[in-house]
């Protein structure tokens, strides 16, 4: 079973920067399919991100040309980097990770993170 942590979450002013971290222990998570999630209050969690093995990446609209999620397989430790944040980017951010990118993508992954919570301030 692999565990997930996330780190780098916090409050920052619109048009600012954060990264998050999700760091795996348990075992090795080279050969996984990881994503990022996110669920602002009153809404439902959402697909923000997905790197496969393979390192092939997908965004949601809303995010692309501003969020790069990223892994590294020596650190067991996946990214996402967030640029030009937006109020509307506030929620608690997810990672999971899961053997098939499929259980990633349809948010039934095999492993979650706690979360952590990303406020971005107008």
């Known amino acids: 079973q692999v565990q997930l942590v996330e780190s780098g979450g916090g409050l920052v002013q619109a048009g600012g920067s954060l990264r998050l971290s999700c760091a795996a222990s348990?075992?090795?998570?080279?050969?996984?399919?990881m994503g990022w999630f996110r669920q602002a209050p009153g809404k439902e969690r959402e697909l923000v991100a997905t790197?496969?093995?393979?390192?092939?990446?997908y965004y949601v609209d809303s995010v692309k040309g501003r969020f790069t999620i990223s892994r590294d397989n020596a650190k067991n430790t996946m990214y996402l980097q967030m640029k030009s944040l937006k109020p509307e980017d506030t929620a608690v951010y997810y990672c999971a990770a899961s053997s098939s990118l499929y259980q990633v993508t349809s948010m039934s992954p095999a492993s979650w993170g706690p979360g952590t919570q990303v406020t971005v301030s107008a």
């Open positions: 348990g075992r090795t998570v080279s050969r996984y399919a």
């Open positions: 790197i496969s093995s393979l390192h092939s990446t």
